[in-house]
């Protein structure tokens, strides 16, 4: 049997009938297309909330929303998802009644606690999931829905943070045997007992992940309302291209200092089974898109430029604190005491620093600084605020000193100066730390000299 695509849709892709239209015509377009992962409705609008996020909100009776002083009761929500769902299926003119009733049956459930919240948060997939397979039907394909309750989506773990169970590989892998198309809906699945239980937020990208593992997918495409991987963030360099290739490892390096790609974590069954990903724009389903790929042959040195905002340098002197090999992880303990997330630290034979993000230290920087006056005793203790790390990252650096010597010429040249600088650990990607005030020159800057 020829090997399957997986097509994951996010919920901007499906958050009304013209989009769930175009997803249609996409699926259609390549037989090998057959299972389809779908996120809930997005937002339809920009001042509308997502389906998941009304679900929520009936779900903890209004304080999922209070929380975040947006004003909308329990039953607003009720009232906008029933509509939402009944527009969607009106405009696509299908068969609606009994979807719309098994939604609100289901908007009643008795249960209590994280597993009503669970099975609410889940609702917003699972009846989009029906919906578009009735809608593929009615356009002439053969389409079905395979509902984590009936293909055994097996999860383990929190109600609300759960993840793939073991077994659910080898049911899942079975999907492609049955012809035609396979509509599955992500975020959640039946623990053990038979209940439902979320994923992370975002979790249909890892829906989409694990079920293309299961099936040795030959491509897990990922779907979205952007064109793939930026090389810097368009909105402040607008020239900037969808990067066509990357690997694995330069899309972490990538995501996790400032690019807002998809759900990390969905990427790692994939990586596992080297199924390359695509992310691809529903908008605009003729631009390639970026793919991520096990490895591949740079004929670069820099594929992208991620830039990191809001982070502070603590900063710590002690005498022969290089030497002492409990300082560090000391002080890691204590950082992760106060919740403070570290993204890099930089140490040398006196004195260290670490990158936090510095709105973990609003109202703890004080208690922070007396506790590890007292743990470590530091000869001296600064914390500047306000910097920015830019990062330019790309397998051709390795063993190209160039792209690095450039950067620092041309920042230099500016009069900008480096805060902080170093290169990472597997020599793909160097760390250039400024002041935020001059961020956007010197992404610029850089991106002229190393990119554009
Ligand atoms: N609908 C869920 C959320 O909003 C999951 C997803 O969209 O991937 O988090």
Redesign the pocket.
């Known amino acids: 049997m020829d090997k399957v695509v997986v097509s994951k849709f996010?919920?901007s892709s499906l958050a009304n009938a013209r989009q769930i239209e175009k997803v249609r015509d996409i699926v259609r377009g390549d037989v090998k297309r057959r299972i389809v992962v779908v996120?809930?409705p997005g937002k339809a609008r920009a001042d509308e909330e997502?389906i998941?996020d009304h679900l929520i909100n009936i779900a903890t009776n209004g304080s999922h929303f209070r929380d975040q002083r947006i004003n909308i009761s329990p039953s607003d929500s009720r009232d906008a998802v029933v509509k939402r769902f009944s527009e969607i299926m009106a405009d696509l003119e299908i068969e609606e009644q009994d979807l719309v009733d098994a939604l609100k049956h289901d908007l009643d459930t008795d249960l209590e606690g994280d597993k009503r919240i669970a099975f609410l948060a889940s609702r917003?997939?699972h009846y989009n999931a029906r919906l578009i397979a009735r809608f593929f039907e009615q356009s002439g394909m053969n389409a079905r829905a395979a509902l984590p309750e009936d293909i055994e989506f097996r999860v383990e773990g929190h109600y609300l943070g759960a993840r793939i169970h073991e077994s659910s590989y080898a049911h899942l892998a079975k999907l492609p045997e049955t012809p035609g198309i396979i509509v599955i809906p992500?975020?959640y699945g039946v623990n053990l007992e038979g209940e439902v239980a979320v994923l992370s937020?975002?979790?249909?990208?890892l829906t989409g992940g694990e079920v293309a593992k299961a099936v040795n997918a030959a491509i897990y495409e990922n779907w979205t309302d952007v064109s793939g991987v930026f090389e810097a963030d368009p909105r402040q360099i607008p020239e900037a291209r969808a990067i066509p290739r990357l690997t694995f490892k330069e899309i972490r390096l990538l995501s996790c200092k400032g690019f807002n790609v998809f759900h990390l974590e969905a990427m790692l069954p994939c990586k596992e089974q080297k199924i390359p990903i695509h992310i691809r724009n529903t908008n605009k389903p003729r631009e390639p898109g970026t793919v991520i790929l096990f490895e591949r042959v740079p004929e670069e040195g820099i594929v992208g430029i991620a830039r990191l905002d809001n982070v502070a340098y603590l900063y710590l002197e002690k005498d022969l604190l290089g030497e002492e090999a409990g300082f560090i992880a000391d002080l890691l303990r204590i950082l992760e005491e106060f919740g403070i997330h570290c993204y890099h630290y930089p140490t040398d034979k006196d004195d260290m620093a670490i990158l936090v993000n510095q709105d973990d230290l609003t109202g703890t920087i004080n208690d922070l600084r007396r506790r590890i006056e007292q743990t470590l005793n530091p000869d001296y203790m600064d914390v500047v605020y306000n910097l920015s790390i830019l990062t330019p990252v790309g397998l051709g650096l390795k063993g190209n000193s160039y792209p690095i010597v450039d950067s620092l010429r041309v920042l230099g040249d500016a009069h900008i100066s480096i805060e902080m600088m170093d290169q990472s650990p597997s020599q793909i990607c160097f760390h250039i730390g400024v002041q935020q005030a001059v961020a956007d020159e010197a992404l610029r800057i850089l991106y002229d000299a190393l990119i554009g």
Do not use: N, P, Q, V
């Open positions: 996010g919920g996120s809930a997502k998941t917003g997939e992500g975020y937020r975002g979790g249909s990208d």
